[in-house]
């Protein structure tokens, strides 16, 4: 930093309060001396009118007085200094002058002026037309205002005049003691007026949190900065549903130009949901509410702004829920794997344990055979899986559901007559996951809950225009009280906290796969879920119509455990 610029950033304050009080009071100074200056010469102007009146109205009273009058006329200045001195004494006026038509004085504060020729040229006007009027001039006292009447003779004929004047050292006088009151006045009014500044910077500061104005600016550069960065819609209205702020992110999911102004668009235009506008009018909170809206389900949170009379608007953010439930879907992914690799790891660790226990006591025979029977039973398995499922995906979730059953003690098979080679590319590997990954967990919780030696069987077959995915336990099959909500979210025949999601996980995906999904009572005693889904798409094959039921195949009825979890 240059060292001008240095020594201007310390002696500039930095204090807003401060500038502000500053700004005021300076403006206060210039306002209060501008006004001074006027009421000043307002004051002047208005007090020389008032002295010269006053002298115009004196002399025309001295010129009506019948004694000075003749006094004039038989040219005794004696009498007519007497009786003008006596009104000059009882008035404020500095001198009163009578003259004749030569401009000879009559009578003047000074005596030795009397008999004089009257000092000035002002007077010729009231001789020669006889009017009465006021002026300025310089006379044997000085500067000063005087007023001329004429003095007429009986015969109404001018036959001198009367000039009564004020000296303007006097009428300066007057004007300092008025100037002396308006400056008092001004310095009562600027500390009124400083005192006034500071209650109203302290007030404004407090009213921004006492934020110094390059805090403001870097709070606004932050929150921009963080808006945009948001990947949900965020919405910021006023009182009456008035748009105030959009980011990015809503500007996208509501079709919105980058460009275009949204400011002082209402609400219900952009995003037309009536919990909205309500929640906004009664002051409520909308929290994780699936609303419609753009052509898509939002999820949607909406907090309301708190004033001092009432709700002064609202934020809400929103995302769509196919985001979301593509973000969940990838959560269980990795949780299923997680779940895989634990209890993979767990097996293995003990039949690890078992073998060397048995070395360690000579039982090599039964060691041995524990390898083999461990390697055969995978073995089928990984050989039926390479020959009907070569999708590793699909290959992998079985597998892992296989050893997920011999940790559990369930007898876990894949119907050796299974077929699934031909998988379309287009087809969600995810959303596969999730169908055979739910329902295989859902026939497990079923067989333990029957509290016997429990099996489930999986058949997977490609033959035809679907792909048809079968889960088949051996458990107490589906309980009549649920089976005509058993897809919905929340369901669940144990009625423990946390369940109610794998079946109604397994319904949207397949719904996202555009086929259906069907349960009845199996060959093994429990729940027999059917899964088709399509190979194509039905605008490919015209053979669908896109609707795509949900639902009990033949009227299950009888006590069933089939776990929705």
């Known amino acids: 930093m240059k060292p001008a610029t240095l020594w201007t950033a310390r002696l500039l304050p930095r204090s807003l309060q401060f500038k502000l009080t500053l700004l005021v009071t300076v403006l206060l100074i210039l306002l209060a001396g501008l006004i001074g200056f006027l009421l000043s ?3 002047r102007n208005l007090l020389l009118q008032e002295i010269g009146k006053k002298a115009l109205v004196l002399a025309e009273s001295i010129a009506r007085n019948p004694a000075i009058r003749d006094g004039l006329e038989a040219r005794d200045a004696k009498t007519v200094q007497e009786l003008v001195e006596r009104i000059r004494r009882a008035s404020d006026s500095e001198y009163i002058v009578v003259a004749d038509l030569d401009a000879i004085r009559y009578s003047h504060p000074v005596t030795e002026n009397i008999g004089r020729r009257f000092v000035g040229e002002d007077f010729q ?3 020669e037309q006889g009017e009465s009027y006021v002026s300025q001039a310089v006379g044997t006292l ?11 003779g009986r015969g109404g004929d001018v036959i001198g005049f009367v000039a009564v004047g004020y000296l303007e050292s006097g009428i300066n006088a007057r004007v300092r003691a008025q100037q002396r009151d308006i400056l008092g006045y001004a310095v009562f009014v600027l500390l009124l007026g400083i005192a006034g500044a500071a209650l109203i910077a302290r007030t404004f500061k407090a009213a921004i949190f006492g934020l110094e104005p390059h805090e403001i600016a870097s709070m606004f550069q932050e929150r921009s900065a963080i808006i945009s960065a948001i990947r949900e819609g965020v919405v910021a209205v006023d009182g009456d549903g008035r748009v105030t702020l959009v980011n990015e992110a809503a500007r996208r999911y509501l079709d919105q130009g980058p460009d275009e102004d949204l400011r002082g668009s209402h609400l219900s235009d952009l995003c037309p949901s009536p919990e909205m506008e309500q929640a906004l009018a009664a002051g ?12 898509r389900t939002m999820i949607v949170n909406m907090v309301p702004l708190k004033g001092n009379g009432g709700p002064s608007g609202a934020v809400a953010s929103f995302r769509p829920k196919d985001e979301l439930d593509r973000v969940a879907r990838e959560l269980l992914h990795v949780q299923q794997y997680s779940e895989l690799l634990r209890v993979q790891t767990h097996e293995y660790s003990n039949k690890l344990h078992t073998i060397a226990g048995l070395i360690q006591i000579g039982a090599c025979q039964e ?12 073995q089928e398995l990984v050989k039926t899986l390479a020959r009907a499922v070569p999708d590793p995906v699909v290959s992998g979730i079985i597998l892992g559901k296989f050893s997920r059953a011999r940790e559990l003690r369930i007898d876990f098979s894949l119907n050796p007559e299974s077929s699934f080679a031909d998988l379309p590319a287009q087809i969600d590997r995810g959303h596969l996951m999730t169908v055979i990954g739910n329902l295989c967990d859902n026939a497990f919780e079923a067989v333990r809950e029957a509290g016997e030696h429990g099996e489930v069987r999986v058949f997977l077959t490609d ?3 679907d792909l048809i995915i079968e889960v088949e336990d051996s458990g107490r099959g589906v309980s009549p009280e649920v089976a005509d909500m058993l897809f919905e979210k929340g369901v669940s025949t144990h009625g423990d906290k946390g369940r109610g999601m794998g079946l109604y996980l397994v319904r949207r995906a397949v719904e996202a796969l555009g086929g259906n999904i069907t349960f ?4 093994l005693g429990g729940a027999l879920f059917t899964v088709s889904v399509p190979k194509r798409p ?14 009990n195949a033949d009227g299950i009825e009888g006590r069933g455990t089939a776990d929705d979890k």
């Open 41 to 43: 010469d307002s004051i």
């Open 125 to 127: 006007k009231v001789l």
């Open 142 to 152: 000085g500067p000063s205002m005087r007023g001329f009447a004429p003095m007429r």
């Open 284 to 295: 409520e909170r909308l929290l994780d509410h699936e609303l419609p809206f753009a052509g």
């Open 367 to 378: 060691a041995l055979e524990l390898v083999m029977a461990e390697a055969s039973g995978t």
């Open 463 to 465: 033959l035809g225009l």
């Open 520 to 523: 009845a009572r199996g060959e």
């Open 538 to 551: 039905a605008r490919e094959t015209g053979t669908r119509d896109g609707v795509h039921p949900v639902g």
